[in-house]
C-alpha cells in the first residue's frame, strides 16, 4: 500500500521547504509580537494604576513604568519592521 501511495505522488508537486535561516525569522517575528503585546498591555495598567492612585508616589512610580514600557516597547516595534522590511 505504502508503495502505491509513493507512486501516486510521485507526478504531484512537492511542498517547499523552507531554510532553517527563513523558520528562525518566522520564529523570532512571532515572539516579537507576543513580546510587543505583552509590553503594551502592562503599559495600559501602570498607566490605569497611575490613574487611581490615591497616593502621589505610588502613582509616580506606576507612571514610571508605564513610561519604561512605552519606551521598550516602541524599540521592539521598530526592531520588528526592520525586521520586516529586508
Known sequence: MRHLLKIINQNKPKLRELDPTTVQRIKEGIYLVKIISETEVTARKCDFYAGNATDQEIAKFFQEQADTLKKAKNLLQEYY????QE
Not at 519592521?81 to 520586516?84: D, R
Open 81 to 84: 519592521e526592520s525586521m520586516t
